[in-house]
């Protein structure tokens, strides 16, 4: 696993997640958190989301808040910005790339006999979240008092498809074993701009929101927005659609950045409100004007699915990936889970990755920028090779189209051939730091050695002496243009 995914070894994962998770609860296929600590909701946000290497949910509560770090993360979408040198110097990269957070599909509000669900100020009676790493998905359940003294029952899962790179589900149940006034507010919200770090490897912040609103709409349960980069020229599609079956009312609303549909009920004792809510995401160059189709068709075919299809579909490439992929360690319960969850981060941030690189993070967070980076060739693609060649190879396809950005980069540093960039989401190099920008040449071997290694497991010479022999080539002028033979060394 990449280091930027996962720094520390099994045993101190296994010692991290038995810290965060109660120890050895839910056996080694479940993350558990039982209970609510404030202390720990924003490592859990990382460690309970749910992505499929395109999409990404993070493990924030349904009704949105408290949260660290919240916004759905889609890799590759991004906005560009100017950076600035206290002292300009040679070769410098000119233009950064930072991932934007877009509209969270994940929000469901809950409202019980006039009072909005809130962790901090409800009557808890139980309260459990588990990321379920043999389905792929994140369940939740709480129970509480109402004002009025009224148990309510709230069951939900969430899951980015595996089958579906641009969808997310959610199954969200509410239960009144003594009657309630029942509201749920379902959103798309955008969330506010985050703070900013001169550390390099948290998300850059920005001084405004970086996604300007275009057309929003909604009819009946539906609405979908669009939005567009400020600066990088970039167009999102974003559209929720909704079933529910127990409720008497419905009201929708979309303005701007953000959208809400809410159903009302009045439960009498042992009523039962279920909402599925399907929520689709696509993007493009500004000249895409058919995102936001793209994003209805989408919303089509899962709805005529239903959520149950839906998570089967899901679950059959879950299956199959623990079917190739498993490791089974006898006797060590903790070390088992935590091996399993570094095996479910990399099933959650590679398989869909069409036309798309690994971020550092995978899609469960904005660390690093979204950026790619060579770990990926080195940590991720030997993985990748022995237990799904397909998804090895789009990763390597991904490298191989950003060759003329790669040769436009060695030209800029004042070589021939091709230069990989240390940080990028384009292709472009986009590190603000002088020392790793100008000076991580080793990127150029780890690209080489990735399609050395892919070819000699695969066998697959066509991809490697078509598109791969290009990408090696030019690396090569690049080492005869800047290496030199030592009299001493031979």
Same mark, same amino acid.
């Given at each position: 696993?990449?280091?930027?995914?996962?720094?520390?070894?099994?045993?101190?994962?296994?010692?991290?997640?038995?810290?965060?998770?109660?120890?050895?609860?839910?056996?080694?296929?479940?993350?558990?958190?039982?209970?609510?600590?404030?202390?720990?909701?924003?490592?859990?946000?990382?460690?309970?989301?749910?992505? $499929?290497?395109?999409?990404?949910?993070?493990?924030?509560? !349904?009704?949105?808040?408290?949260?660290?770090?919240?916004?759905?993360?889609? $890799?590759?979408?991004?906005?560009?910005?100017?950076?600035?040198?206290?002292?300009?110097?040679?070769?410098?990269?000119?233009?950064?790339?930072?991932?934007?957070?877009?509209?969270?599909?994940?929000?469901?509000?809950?409202?019980?006999?006039?009072?909005?669900?809130?962790?901090?100020?409800?009557?808890?009676?139980?309260?459990? =979240?588990?990321?379920?790493?043999?389905?792929?998905?994140?369940?939740?359940?709480?129970?509480?008092?109402?004002?009025?003294?009224?148990?309510?029952?709230?069951?939900?899962?969430?899951?980015?498809?595996?089958?579906?790179?641009?969808?997310?589900?959610? =199954?969200?149940?509410?239960?009144?074993?003594?009657?309630?006034?029942?509201?749920?507010?379902?959103?798309?919200?955008?969330?506010?701009?985050?703070?900013?770090?001169?550390?390099?490897?948290?998300?850059?912040?920005?001084? !405004?929101?970086?996604?300007?609103?275009? =057309?929003?709409?909604?009819?009946?349960?539906?609405?979908?927005?669009?939005?567009?980069?400020?600066?990088?020229?970039?167009?999102?599609?974003?559209?929720?659609?909704?079933?529910?079956?127990?409720?008497?009312?419905?009201?929708?609303?979309?303005?701007?950045?953000?959208?809400?549909?809410?159903? *009302?009920?009045?439960?009498?004792?042992?009523?039962?409100?279920?909402?599925?809510?399907?929520?689709?995401?696509?993007?493009?160059?500004? @000249?895409?004007?058919?995102?936001?189709?793209?994003?209805?068709?989408?919303?089509?075919?899962?709805?005529?699915?239903?959520?149950?299809?839906?998570?089967?579909?899901?679950?059959?490439?879950? $299956?199959?990936?623990?079917?190739?992929?498993?490791?089974?360690? !006898?006797?060590?319960?903790?070390?088992?889970?935590?091996?399993?969850?570094?095996?479910?981060?990399?099933?959650?941030?590679?398989?869909?990755?069409?036309?798309? *690189?690994?971020?550092?993070?995978?899609?469960?967070?904005?660390?690093?920028? *979204?950026h790619y980076f060579w770990d990926t060739e080195i940590y991720v693609v030997p993985f990748l090779i022995h237990t799904d060649p397909a998804a090895a190879r789009r990763v390597l396809e991904f490298r191989c189209g950003k060759l003329d950005a790669a040769r436009e980069r060695a030209r800029e540093v004042g070589h021939g051939g091709a230069l990989f960039?240390?940080?990028?989401?384009?292709?472009?190099?986009?590190? @603000?730091?002088?020392?790793?920008?100008?000076?991580?040449?080793?990127? $150029?071997?780890?690209?080489?050695?990735?399609?050395?290694?892919?070819?000699?497991?695969?066998?697959?010479?066509?991809?490697?002496?078509?598109?791969?022999?290009?990408?090696?080539?030019?690396?090569?002028?690049?080492?005869?243009?800047?290496?030199?033979?030592?009299?001493?060394?031979?």
């Amino acid at each position: 696993m990449s280091r930027r995914m996962q720094h520390a070894s099994p045993a101190a994962i296994a010692e991290a997640l038995g810290e965060a998770t109660g120890g050895r609860a839910g056996g080694a296929w479940r993350i558990v958190e039982r209970g609510d600590c404030p202390a720990r909701r924003a490592s859990l946000e990382s460690v309970l989301a749910v992505g $499929n290497g395109f999409l990404g949910l993070r493990g924030t509560p !349904e009704e949105g808040f408290p949260a660290h770090d919240p916004g759905a993360i889609v $890799n590759g979408f991004h906005e560009t910005w100017p950076i600035v040198y206290p002292e300009d110097a040679f070769g410098l990269a000119r233009t950064g790339q930072t991932i934007v957070p877009c509209p969270d599909g994940s929000i469901i509000r809950l409202t019980a006999d006039g009072d909005a669900f809130d962790l901090d100020s409800a009557e808890l009676l139980h309260h459990e =979240r588990a990321l379920d790493m043999r389905r792929g998905v994140l369940t939740r359940e709480v129970r509480f008092l109402t004002r009025l003294g009224r148990r309510v029952v709230v069951r939900s899962t969430r899951l980015a498809s595996l089958a579906d790179p641009h969808l997310a589900a959610m =199954r969200f149940e509410v239960h009144a074993p003594d009657g309630a006034e029942i509201e749920i507010a379902s959103e798309l919200r955008t969330p506010a701009p985050a703070a900013g770090s001169d550390d390099p490897r948290r998300g850059k912040g920005f001084a !405004e929101r970086p996604l300007v609103p275009g =057309r929003a709409c909604c009819a009946g349960a539906r609405a979908v927005l669009e939005l567009t980069t400020r600066d990088s020229g970039l167009r999102l599609a974003c559209a929720m659609d909704h079933k529910v079956t127990g409720a008497e009312r419905l009201t929708a609303e979309a303005e701007g950045d953000g959208a809400r549909v809410v159903f *009302g009920a009045t439960l009498a004792p042992g009523g039962i409100v279920r909402l599925e809510k399907l929520v689709a995401y696509h993007w493009g160059d500004a @000249a895409r004007e058919d995102l936001a189709t793209r994003a209805e068709g989408t919303l089509d075919r899962a709805a005529r699915a239903g959520y149950d299809r839906v998570e089967r579909a899901h679950r059959r490439r879950v $299956n199959a990936f623990w079917r190739r992929s498993d490791v089974v360690i !006898e006797g060590a319960p903790e070390i088992q889970k935590a091996v399993r969850f570094n095996l479910f981060s990399l099933l959650q941030a590679t398989p869909r990755l069409n036309g798309l *690189g690994q971020p550092a993070k995978g899609v469960t967070g904005r660390g690093y920028e *979204g950026h790619y980076f060579w770990d990926t060739e080195i940590y991720v693609v030997p993985f990748l090779i022995h237990t799904d060649p397909a998804a090895a190879r789009r990763v390597l396809e991904f490298r191989c189209g950003k060759l003329d950005a790669a040769r436009e980069r060695a030209r800029e540093v004042g070589h021939g051939g091709a230069l990989f960039p240390w940080r990028t989401i384009d292709g472009r190099e986009a590190s @603000a730091w002088y020392a790793s920008g100008t000076a991580q040449y080793h990127i $150029n071997a780890d690209v080489a050695y990735a399609l050395r290694h892919y070819l000699w497991v695969t066998g697959d010479l066509e991809f490697v002496l078509g598109r791969g022999a290009d990408v090696l080539i030019e690396t090569a002028r690049f080492w005869i243009e800047l290496g030199f033979f030592s009299e001493r060394h031979g």
